[in-house]
């Protein structure tokens, strides 16, 4: 299994990553993609990719630290290494008060100027997507960007299946995380009943977002992806050893992990 997502640089996580990765694949996951909020981190996340095999990373800035650091030199120059394998994750976040709307959109607006010039360059990768009650916002931004919608994914999906359609119609893909296991979260579990199979993802987010039966275990790991698998497979009516095979596929390709790691 592939956890597509998590923040081994967290403050909850980062002082026992060797653990944290050794617990992982003993439960039988063979990769995860460590996620960028800042440039710094993005710098962090690099570093520990480049000393496990299996882990890999983004470059990016959250919507929600779009008023702390960022330098774009530095994200090109993560984004450069073949150990990284996606920009991001990058979007808006309408949940909170703060950072305030207008900062985000100006963070949002370099984010994707400095991809669009890293594709000119010859540089392409996927886009992993932060999208908190601002489906239209984004996919009006992203519709006017110049990047292939096909390479967006919107991890962590929370909305149901208008939501999801919406997406899904823009071309993009999604990726779910313990939320679908949560017995309060019927309309994402409706959500992951109609996403293709080839544009379906896991996740953990870890260190949020521990999936049930572990709910208040904290912090998450990724380990506790297994849990998120067995719910896709059974909401979408498959075997479990079919949707893992299903969601590394998916994962492998879109994220060009090929020939990489374990």
Not at 72 to 85: G, I, K, L, M, Q
């Amino acid at each position: 299994m592939i956890d597509t997502h998590c923040h081994l640089t967290s403050d909850a996580l980062r002082d026992r990553v060797d653990d944290v990765l050794d617990a992982a694949r003993a439960e039988g996951v063979n990769g995860v993609i460590s996620v960028a909020v800042t440039s710094d981190d993005a710098r962090e996340a690099l570093a520990l990719a480049e000393r496990h095999e299996d882990v890999w990373c983004t470059a990016g800035v959250h919507p929600l630290y779009a008023d702390g650091e960022r330098d774009w030199s530095v994200v090109r120059e993560v984004a450069a290494s073949p150990r990284c394998v996606a920009w991001g994750e990058l979007g808006l976040d309408n949940h909170y008060e703060r950072p305030p709307r207008e900062l985000q959109d100006g963070v949002l607006a370099e984010q994707i100027a400095c991809i669009e010039s890293a594709a000119d360059d010859g540089l392409v990768m996927p886009v992993v997507v932060h999208c908190r009650d601002a489906f239209d916002e984004l996919l009006a931004v992203f519709g006017a960007a110049r990047l292939d919608p096909a390479r967006y994914v919107f991890h962590c999906f929370s909305g149901g299946p208008e939501e999801a359609r919406r997406v899904l119609d823009f071309g993009a893909s999604i990726s779910f995380t313990g939320i679908v296991t949560f017995k309060n979260a019927t309309e994402v579990a409706e959500a992951a009943k109609i996403v293709p199979a080839d544009r379906i993802m896991a996740e953990t987010d870890a260190p949020y977002l521990t999936p049930a039966p572990h709910r208040k275990v904290w912090p998450n790991e990724p380990r506790y992806v297994v849990h998120t698998v067995r719910r896709l497979a059974e909401v979408r009516g498959v075997a479990a050893e079919e949707m893992e095979r299903v969601l590394d596929e998916n994962a492998t390709r879109f994220f060009g992990l090929g020939g990489q790691g374990s």
